[in-house]
């Protein structure tokens, strides 16, 4: 027997080209348009609205009065096609937008799983997303942004445009980040600089001290030694070999367009 479809609200709207998974939960009043696909297990808010093209995954929280796959705040879209790319296991709270992509970037907006996006928080047209990562009310990215695996960002922290961020970074309320900042540190300020190692965060997440310590070392050789960045960095691959995550820290930089926070 087939499995009867959850409710869909009488007051909701769901144009007829969309496609949510059989037990698709949507609320009152919420406004689901073509060209969207919801994967199973996932809930539409009240008053939400999802444009398409548009693409969420399995076990996906959509809150009330969020905004998803909405046309990129950039005045350079001129009604191109571009789409949503959402993965697994989000939370996206109340009042959250999401934008599209745009022909200048990738052509997509892409979010990966099990991330928690506070109410008001704002993702740009052609960010990149990773997974684990968590925005507190009012974090916002401007277009073009990346954001590693298991990033946090608090309240009303603000990142430039084409700035990236790499895993494990932490950043604090209000901060406003104008430059990229690199994997495991901490940062804070108006413009962010850093503060040091995210260190309470990595033992959250299983980091033993060996790797805490090699990290912090990194990080005492890329702000504390008073190196120019060509000579932190030949210092860091150097203490690379012994270590992935002084890696991560050297492949970031190679990767930086932005130059980093210092």
Known sequence: ???????????????????LAEDVTVEP?????????????STVGAHALIKGPTRIGRNNRIGAYASLGGD???????????????GDNNTFHEFVTVSR??????????????????????IAHDCIV???????????????????DHVVLGGFAG???FCKIGAHAFAAMYSAINRDVPPFIYVAGQFAVPRGVNAEGLKRRGFDAARISAIKRAYRTLYLSHKTLEEARAALAEQAG?????????????????ALVR
């Not at 009043?29 to 297990?41: R, T």
């Not at 684990?132 to 277009?143: P, S, Y």
């Not at 890696?247 to 932005?258: H, L, Q």
Request: proline share 3%; hydrophobic share 40%; no cysteine.
């Open 1 to 19: 027997m087939t499995a009867a479809r959850a409710p869909i609200h009488s007051t909701a709207i769901v144009h007829p080209e969309a496609r």
């Open 29 to 41: 009043y919420a406004v689901i348009g073509a060209e969207v696909e919801i994967g199973a297990g």
């Open 72 to 86: 990129p705040q950039d005045k350079k879209y001129a009604g191109e096609r571009s789409e949503l790319a959402i």
């Open 101 to 122: 992509g745009t022909r200048d970037g990738s052509g997509a907006t892409r979010i990966g799983d099990d991330n928690w996006v506070m109410a008001y928080a704002h």
């Open 130 to 148: 990773g997974n684990h990562t968590i925005f507190a009310n009012n974090a916002t990215l401007a277009g073009h942004v990346e954001v590693g």
């Open 159 to 161: 990142v430039h445009q």
């Open 242 to 258: 012994a270590s992935e995550d002084v890696r991560a820290f050297v492949e970031f930089i190679d990767r930086s367009e932005r």
